[in-house]
């Protein structure tokens, strides 16, 4: 009989699932990786899998909310190292300049899939809409600390530029 899975060899084999799928949803799409391509880029079985994530759906869901605790925080260290309300604004543009230009940037994860699922999957779109929103709120508040009235319109900039980039490539 093998030896019970421990708590860390559980975490270890989550996070390295969770890696692989990251990798492949964001650079394939979600709906052009199938569990046997996770499978073989985790290392873990399909069991393991399926005990891990009940359903790709799960999966999707864990793989979007790790990498908006991750996106989130990035960009939250990048912007508090500067003082000025108005720099801190012009900081967020900068953060985001740089993430396009990171090998192999292929547009937000969040967008791409939405525009996979769309609204096939209630989980996955909760996640899309906490992700867009908590940038939206941060952001917005960011630019309110300025004292400039145009927070709307600079979510709307900063939306529109990860957009573009996603498409433009």
Not at 11 to 33: I, K, S, T, W
Not at 73 to 98: E, T
Not at 135 to 163: M, N, S, Y
Request: charged share 25%; proline share 5%.
């Amino acid at each position: 009989m093998p030896a019970p899975v421990t708590e860390e060899q559980t975490r270890l084999d989550r996070e390295a699932l969770l890696d692989a799928a990251e990798a492949l949803f964001y650079a394939h799409g979600v709906q052009a990786v199938g569990m046997d391509r996770i499978r073989e880029e985790s290392g873990l079985p399909l069991k393991r899998i399926y005990r891990l994530f009940a359903t790709k759906e799960d999966l999707v869901v864990a793989v979007l909310r790790r990498r908006d605790r991750r996106w989130r925080a990035s960009l939250a260290a990048h912007v508090a190292d500067v003082p000025d309300p108005r720099g801190r604004v012009l900081a967020v543009f900068d953060w985001l300049a740089a993430w396009f230009a990171e090998p192999g940037f292929r547009g937000c994860a969040w967008i791409n899939v939405h525009g996979e699922l769309g609204t096939s999957s209630a989980p996955v779109l909760a996640e899309v809409r906490a992700h867009k929103r908590a940038f939206h709120d941060q952001l917005a508040a960011w630019v309110r600390a300025t004292g400039v009235p145009v927070a709307e319109g600079v979510c709307l900039l900063a939306e529109g530029a990860i957009v573009t980039a996603g498409v433009s490539g």
